[in-house]
């Protein structure tokens, strides 16, 4: 095999030579660990100073930045234009009349029978043109529309006060303390057995350690080093937007001390905060005046693979929750708000890559950083918890869904990994792009970058439908929102149910919207669905917060009866007095005055609710039985470990 030259690839911080040797190889020419004269293994520690890469060409760079400028991207912009002009054409010439003769009760391939003419319209478009994506310098073209057109949707919204580019910086180093201290059991356990834990070359053990499997509950998992780019001090920027709900004079709620903390979606790859301005300032109006939503510009892949996104939403949650932590720098743009927000109104959501985001902070606090209080509810629309595609819905041919499909790979199948035709999104937000941005995990051949990809899509927190049985173990009231065309369904109907076994005492829903595509939330100017999904939102988080205090109202009642002689029933009647005494407007919640669904199902305890077009709720599921999806996933065939 001809070595790898490593001078071509990377620079070494502090060298007087540009194009210094890395020599930090600690395993010989067959994988085996290298034996020094003292007869230990080396590699037992990263080297002094991580390799750093040579920075992307400005060519590279204008393609990051999704300007378009090589000639296969005329070939895109054609083949969107012919796509585009042949659905309309398609739906106008062929499906029209067979549409006029059925009176528009039949569903065609590109119009369902639930929707509007315009509305297929506009999604022919949407879907033909996203299907034609090959690269990540298209898919950020396109982002950049994305991102334009639902700006100036957001101009159109009223009582909302939005201060955008928010900005703090974040020193990693001081960043990672609680998640080193708990993973340190585990990294001295693979010091002392002599693994490599260099990224450039990891053991098989090392690597393994991202995916621990164990008959009697769930290991704690490794977490990787970060690859992407930070300041020479380990420091980088990360921006975001304050949302707010203003005073309407005709609302007579009383002011909301809820914090949204939102995560955009987009493959990890494309669209910002921006793009979801409209949909938060929406949803922070349901909820109430005073509601808050900071929407975070986490870092993006292929420049910052796993798990960058993971660090980043803990920075964000720092910044609600801990201003001062010696981990942020505070600008003085960054605090437009009142800061040092209590962790128990904190609501955490995201859609689609948001989602998987948003589930992995919750599981990133429960397992790493362990703080007192949670965040009291989880949003979740459409999430990405699948990132191998593994479950049916992800290779289903549905003509209604824009997503496109399948975005990855299965871990344990090289031959489809190498032989992938689309844009494999996974391989992106796992390893990165090495014809863009060489890393430490993608410099060294298509051999390496499997090696990565086959482990770290098995991580508990990048495929959490799939993790371990007890893994999702401490979650709070979670609500999943997805549809019956989503691309995600089955995503989003895997991880509700291991969701809802693995936290009986919490509220775990999901609602699947009838004839409703992915992430359907935010075309409210298209669905009437759409409104009334954000609508449930609100009331999920009004259920989850009166729950919250009930919970803690007991909790009060129950210690005030171990410090003195009175009955539990004496205590809770007190502190129910006390608190109709305070002197707030009487509000009936809303989830408690409509007709909502919330019978849990004996298998599960989660409530299976389906959602009507006019928002009529009822109790079921659809899609594959949800024992297929749990045996989707062909890791760890015939060791028990994926059998319920």
């Known amino acids: 095999?001809?070595?790898?030259?490593?001078?071509?690839?990377?620079?070494?911080?502090?060298?007087?030579?540009?194009?210094?040797?890395?020599?930090?190889?600690s395993r010989d020419m067959n994988g085996r660990d290298k034996k020094p004269s003292n007869g230990m293994p080396t590699g037992n520690s990263p080297p002094p100073h991580q390799p750093r890469f040579q920075p992307p060409s400005i060519f590279q760079e204008a393609y990051l930045s999704g300007i378009l400028h090589k000639?296969?991207?005329?070939?895109?912009?054609?083949r969107v234009v012919s796509a585009v002009l042949w659905s309309v054409v398609r739906l106008h010439c062929i499906e029209l009349p067979y549409l006029i003769?059925?009176?528009?009760?039949?569903?065609?391939?590109?119009?369902?029978?639930?929707?509007?003419?315009?509305?297929?319209?506009?999604?022919?478009?949407?879907?033909?043109?996203?299907?034609?994506?090959?690269?990540?310098?298209?898919?950020?073209?396109?982002?950049?529309?994305?991102?334009?057109?639902?700006?100036?949707?957001?101009?159109?919204?009223?009582?909302?006060?939005?201060?955008?580019?928010?900005?703090?910086?974040?020193?990693?180093?001081?960043?990672?303390?609680?998640?080193?201290?708990?993973?340190n059991e585990v990294r001295e356990t693979l010091k002392e057995h002599g693994s490599c834990t260099e990224t450039m070359n990891p053991s098989e053990e090392y690597l393994e350690s991202f995916h621990p499997q164990h008959s009697d509950g769930p290991v704690l998992a490794n977490m990787p080093d970060e690859v992407g780019p930070t300041g020479n001090n380990g420091s980088y920027v990360l921006k975001g937007e304050w949302i707010e709900a203003l005073q309407d004079p005709e609302d007579t709620r009383p002011r909301s001390t809820t914090v949204v903390l939102y995560f955009h979606g987009g493959a990890y790859s494309f669209c910002s905060a921006r793009s979801h301005t409209k949909f938060l300032a929406q949803l922070v109006k349901e909820i109430g005046p005073g509601t808050r939503a900071f929407s975070v510009d986490y870092?993006?892949?292929?420049?910052?693979?796993?798990?960058?996104?993971?660090?980043?939403?803990?920075?964000?949650?720092?910044?609600?929750?801990?201003?001062?932590?010696?981990?942020?720098?505070?600008?003085?743009?960054?605090?437009?708000?009142?800061?040092?927000?209590?962790?128990?109104?904190?609501?955490?959501?995201?859609?689609?890559?948001?989602?998987?985001?948003?589930?992995?902070?919750?599981?990133?606090?429960?397992?790493?950083?362990?703080?007192?209080?949670?965040?009291?509810?989880?949003?979740?629309?459409?999430?990405?918890?699948?990132?191998?595609?593994?479950?049916?819905?992800?290779?289903c041919e549905d003509w209604f869904c824009y997503c496109p499909g399948p975005v990855g790979t299965s871990p344990t199948d090289k031959s489809a990994y190498l032989e992938f035709k689309l844009t494999n999104f996974t391989s992106k937000y796992l390893v990165g792009d090495e014809e863009l941005m060489l890393n430490a995990r993608n410099a060294l051949g298509v051999?390496?970058?499997?090696?990565?990809?086959?482990?770290?899509?098995?991580?508990?927190?990048?495929?959490?439908a799939h993790s371990n049985p007890g893994s999702l173990e401490g979650l709070t009231d979670t609500i999943v929102q997805t549809a019956s065309h989503d691309r995600l369904l089955d995503d989003s109907r895997l991880f509700a149910h291991r969701a809802g076994r693995e936290n009986p005492s919490r509220v775990t829903?999901?609602?699947?919207?009838?004839?409703?595509?992915?992430?359907?939330?935010?075309l409210s100017f298209l669905f009437t669905s759409s409104r009334i999904a954000t609508r449930n939102l609100a009331r999920f988080v009004e259920r989850s917060r009166y729950i919250r205090d009930e919970r803690e109202r007991e909790q009060e009642a129950a210690a005030r009866v171990k410090r003195g002689p009175e009955t539990y029933a004496s205590v809770l009647r007190r502190v129910s007095?006390?608190?109709?005494?305070?002197?707030?407007?009487?509000?009936?919640?809303?989830?408690?005055?409509?007709?909502?669904?919330?019978?849990?199902s004996r298998e599960d305890g989660v409530e299976w609710v389906l959602v009507e077009q006019n928002g009529k709720e009822m109790a079921g599921d659809v899609g594959w039985p949800l024992s297929v999806l749990i045996r989707s996933w062909p890791t760890h065939v015939g060791d028990g470990q994926r059998e319920e």
């Open 577 to 600: 007095t006390r608190d109709a005494k305070k002197p707030e407007p009487k509000v009936i919640p809303a989830f408690m005055t409509t007709n909502m669904v919330s019978e849990r």
């Open 101 to 183: 003769a059925t009176r528009f009760k039949k569903s065609t391939n590109q119009k369902p029978a639930a929707w509007n003419w315009f509305t297929s319209v506009a999604f022919a478009i949407i879907r033909t043109g996203a299907n034609q994506v090959r690269t990540i310098g298209q898919l950020r073209f396109i982002g950049h529309g994305i991102v334009a057109f639902f700006s100036f949707l957001a101009r159109f919204e009223r009582r909302v006060k939005i201060s955008s580019m928010i900005q703090f910086e974040v020193h990693l180093d001081v960043l990672l303390g609680p998640e080193r201290a708990s993973l």
């Open 71 to 78: 000639p296969r991207d005329i070939l895109f912009l054609f």
């Open 447 to 464: 051999d390496r970058r499997w090696e990565w990809y086959t482990h770290l899509s098995q991580h508990p927190l990048t495929s959490l």
């Open 1 to 25: 095999m001809k070595p790898y030259n490593l001078q071509a690839l990377y620079v070494r911080p502090g060298s007087n030579d540009a194009m210094s040797t890395y020599s930090g190889s």
């Open 299 to 395: 870092r993006l892949a292929p420049e910052n693979p796993f798990p960058a996104a993971i660090h980043d939403a803990y920075a964000a949650y720092l910044y609600l929750t801990d201003p001062d932590n010696a981990a942020l720098t505070l600008s003085e743009d960054s605090a437009p708000h009142e800061l040092s927000v209590d962790p128990r109104d904190i609501v955490v959501g995201g859609d689609s890559a948001g989602g998987n985001l948003a589930a992995a902070l919750m599981q990133y606090l429960v397992r790493y950083v362990k703080p007192a209080v949670l965040p009291h509810a989880t949003l979740l629309l459409s999430p990405w918890t699948d990132v191998t595609s593994s479950v049916p819905a992800a290779h």
């Open 509 to 522: 829903r999901i609602e699947i919207y009838k004839d409703m595509t992915h992430v359907h939330q935010l």
